[in-house]
């Protein structure tokens, strides 16, 4: 058997132009332009990068984008004296702090200081309590977009054995709640899960969100189960060069799955375009405009 890959950097492609539409919409019907924030403490290379294409991005799909650069030295208090100012910023729709944040930074102080309706990443305590209720929230993009991938592929979910490996408050456990929600038969696996092969091989649906390169080996996927990698590893690929990869053996998972992400272009591009997304989402809610379901 030979998997259906699950083209993810296509699939962002459909997101980012439905957003587009929907924020030109907000623009000629409501003189709306939905604005995203993005904050970054310090100078993480990495960071660097993912807020330079959050913010080329975002201007892409025409929405506003307000980016804040602060020094590594920056205090909690003037972090959370921008986030205030942002939270009243009428022009200001959705509010990302990149993480991770300098050591002397409490994270989660300054996740739940951001206004729940403005929370694009969905990291608010009150958030996460609307999800694991399943209730209207602001949902993780990460999670989102490996659920919009799933409900493209498969239609309905309701029924399947859903396992998801990794516990992360970031990916694991809301990737589980929306699987839950949309009646999955959910077994969340960690570090300490007892013969995770024999819980991998009993899923319809896998999610590998571990941080542990190529850890899923082919003969624990039951034929024709559909595999999401959000797994990024750089590793080494020889000749003083690096690659990325998932944390699947792509190839042998590939050979007894019915579908997979690939890694790179499976589940990273939709991250970007989800948080687009979510910015509309808020957008619309904050304004009492209807119409956030614009990517059903
Ligand atoms: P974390 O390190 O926060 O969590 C990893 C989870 O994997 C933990 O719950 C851990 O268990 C579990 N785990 C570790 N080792 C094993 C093992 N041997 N067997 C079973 N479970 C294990 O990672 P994140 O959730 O933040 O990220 C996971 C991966 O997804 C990373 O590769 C990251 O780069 C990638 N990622 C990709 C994104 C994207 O946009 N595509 C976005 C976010 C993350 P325990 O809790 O017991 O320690």
Redesign the pocket.
Known sequence: MSANIIDGKAFAATVRQKVASKVADLKETHSIIPGLAVVLVGEDPASQVYVRSKGKQTIEVGMNSFEHKLGVDTSEEVLLALIDELNADPSVHGILVQLPLPSHVDESLVTNHIAPEKDVDGFHIANVGLLGTGQQSMVPC?PLGCLLMLRDYHGSLSGKNAVV????N???KPMAQLLLNESCTVTI?????KD?ADVVRRADIVVA????PE?VPGDWIKPGATVID????RVDAGDSKTKLVG?VDYASCAAAAGAITPVPGG??PM?IACLLANTVTACCRINNVSGEDFLL
Do not use: F, P
Not at 165 to 168: E, L, N
């Open positions: 990460t490996i990794g516990r992360s970031i990916v694991g696996a960690h570090s300490r899960t995770l969100a571990v941080g542990r850890m959000v797994g990024i590893n944390d589940v990273g991250t």
